[in-house]
C-alpha cells in the first residue's frame, strides 16, 4: 500500500528546516533588582518581579505610588480618596505591603491610617521594582504580601520645573500639583533636591446621579433614614410623628404620622472623595568612597492634610425607661418650653444637618538619615550590602467636628421657660442654668 503525505506534514517539516541567513540571537538588556538582597537578575529570581523604568515609568507615572503601579498585573490601587493611593499586592495591603526608598524602609502613616499616602515621590523614582510574592524572610512579617522599593533619581544635573492641573468633567475634583526639582552632579558626588506641592479638591456625593444614593441612581429609595433633619417623635402617647412642612414644632396638630417618604438620605452631605493637600521637601546626596562602596545621605519632610465630611449625627432618644449613652436618658424633657406634649417626656429621632461631621488630619514626617552601600562578587555571583542609620518621625494630629456633648445637651433639652425678658433660659425661675441654651431640637 502507498502512502499519501498530507500538505500539512509538508509545512510541518518546512517549518523545521532551518532559514538561509537566520537573525543572529539578540542578547536582551539584563535586569538587576536590587530588593530582592542579591542582585539577582530578574529571569533569575525564583518570584515574581516586576520592574518600572524608562519609558515605561515616565508614562505610567501618577500623583501616588499606587496609582502608577496599578497597571502590573497582580497589582491594584487601594484609595480611601484622591490623593491617598497605597499598593495592593495580590489582595493584602496596608502593613503587609513593604515600601522601600533605595533599600530603607519608609515608616509613614500610610500603613496604620488609609487616608495618607506613600510619603516617597514617584516623580523622583529612577526605577520602581516590586517582588510580588512574600518576603517576610529577607524584610520580616510586614512583608506577607511582598515588597515595593523606590530607586530615586540620582544623576540630575539640570533644574526643572513640573506642573499639572485638571478636573472631573463635572467640573468638579480639580487636581493640582507642582514640583520644582534641582541636582548636581560631580565626578564622584550627586546632589538632588525636590519641592512639591499638591491639591485635590473634594468630590460631593450628591452631585453625581452615580453616588448620590447609597445603592445607587436605579435604587433611591434604598438605604435611606428615618434620622431626618426634624424632629421625629418616637414612643409617644401618638404615635411615630414627624413635623409637616413649615409646621410649629411646639404645636402636636401640626405633626403626621412618619412615612417612608419623608426619609432622608445622607449622601446629601457626604463627600465622595475627601480634599487633600499635601507639601513635601526632599534632599538625597552621594560621594562614591571607590570603586564598589558609596556613601549617601536623604533627608524629607512631609505634610499631608486630609479632610472628611459625612452627614450630621443621627441623634436617637432610647425608646425604653433605660438610659441611653453614658448612663444619660436623651430625651426632650416634659417640663421643656419647646415640648408638644407638656408632661410627657418624648424620645426623639433628629439629625443635626446643621453641623456636618467633618474630620481634618494631619500628619508630618521627618525623616533623615545615612547609608554606606556597596558590591562584590563572590564565585561570579554579585551581592548588595549596606549599613544605615535613619531617624523616621511622624506627627500626627486629628481634629473632628459634629459630635454632640451629652453632657451639655441634658441641659439643653431639660427643663427650660421663657423668662420675663422674653428670652427662653435652661432650668426654672429662679433657678437658670449658666452658659445653657435651649435646644428646639424638634425643629427644622
Known amino acids: 500500500m502507498k502512502l499519501k503525505r498530507h500538505p500539512l506534514a509538508w509545512a510541518i ?23 530582592s538582597g542579591l542582585a539577582k537578575q530578574s529571569h533569575e529570581m525564583t518570584t515574581p518581579a516586576a520592574v518600572m523604568e524608562g519609558d515605561e515609568l515616565v508614562l505610567r507615572r501618577e500623583a501616588t505610588l499606587g496609582e502608577t503601579l496599578e497597571s502590573l498585573p497582580g497589582v491594584r490601587s487601594s484609595s480611601f480618596g484622591a490623593g491617598a493611593a497605597r499598593p495592593v499586592i495580590r489582595g493584602l495591603d496596608g502593613a503587609r505591603v513593604k515600601v522601600l526608598s533605595d533599600g530603607v524602609e519608609l515608616l509613614d502613616a500610610s500603613t496604620i491610617s488609609p487616608d495618607h499616602a506613600v510619603t516617597s515621590e514617584p516623580l523622583l523614582a529612577e526605577r520602581i521594582e516590586v517582588l510580588k510574592d512574600g518576603a517576610s524572610a529577607i524584610y520580616g512579617s510586614d512583608a506577607i504580601a511582598g515588597v515595593i522599593n523606590i530607586i530615586t533619581r540620582r544623576d540630575v544635573d539640570h533644574a526643572e520645573f513640573r506642573g499639572y492641573h485638571g478636573q472631573n468633567g463635572e467640573g ?6 507642582y514640583e520644582l526639582t534641582f541636582g548636581a552632579t560631580g565626578e564622584r558626588s550627586s546632589l538632588v533636591l525636590n519641592a512639591t506641592f499638591a491639591q485635590v479638591d473634594p468630590i460631593w456625593a450628591i452631585d453625581r446621579p452615580l453616588t448620590r444614593y447609597s445603592f445607587g441612581e436605579h435604587y433611591p429609595d434604598a438605604g435611606l433614614s428615618p434620622a431626618v433633619p426634624y424632629g421625629v417623635i418616637i414612643g409617644s402617647s401618638r404615635g411615630t410623628l414627624v413635623l409637616k412642612p413649615g409646621g410649629d414644632p411646639t404645636n402636636i396638630d401640626d405633626y403626621e404620622p412618619l412615612t417612608e417618604e419623608r426619609y432622608y438620605n445622607p449622601g446629601e452631605q457626604m463627600m465622595y472623595n475627601s480634599a487633600t493637600r499635601r507639601a513635601s521637601i526632599f534632599a538625597k546626596g552621594t560621594y562614591d568612597l571607590g570603586d564598589s562602596v558609596r556613601f549617601r545621605a536623604d533627608a524629607l519632610f512631609n505634610e499631608r492634610q486630609a479632610d472628611v465630611q459625612i452627614a450630621g449625627f443621627p441623634l436617637q432618644s432610647a425608646t425604653s425607661n433605660s438610659p441611653d449613652r453614658l ?56 551581592y548588595n550590602w549596606d549599613v544605615s542609620l535613619f531617624s523616621n518621625r511622624n506627627d500626627g494630629l486629628s481634629k473632628t467636628t459634629g459630635d454632640i456633648n451629652l453632657l451639655r445637651l441634658r441641659d439643653a433639652l431639660g427643663p427650660s421657660f421663657m423668662d420675663t425678658d422674653g428670652i427662653v433660659k435652661c432650668g426654672t425661675p429662679g433657678n437658670v442654668i449658666a452658659g445653657c441654651v435651649p435646644w428646639n431640637v424638634l425643629a427644622g
Open 13 to 35: 517539516s518546512l517549518a523545521l528546516v532551518p532559514a538561509a541567513g537566520a537573525a543572529e540571537p539578540v542578547e536582551l538588556q539584563s535586569v538587576v533588582v536590587s530588593a
Open 172 to 177: 468638579d475634583g480639580a487636581t493640582q500639583q
Open 327 to 382: 448612663g444619660m436618658p436623651i430625651r426632650l424633657s416634659r417640663d421643656s418650653y419647646y415640648n408638644p406634649l407638656p408632661g410627657e417626656d418624648l424620645t426623639f429621632i433628629r439629625r443635626t444637618v446643621e453641623a456636618p461631621r467633618v474630620t481634618d488630619n494631619t500628619v508630618r514626617t521627618f525623616r533623615v538619615g545615612g547609608a554606606i552601600e556597596g558590591f562584590f562578587d563572590i564565585g561570579g555571583r554579585g
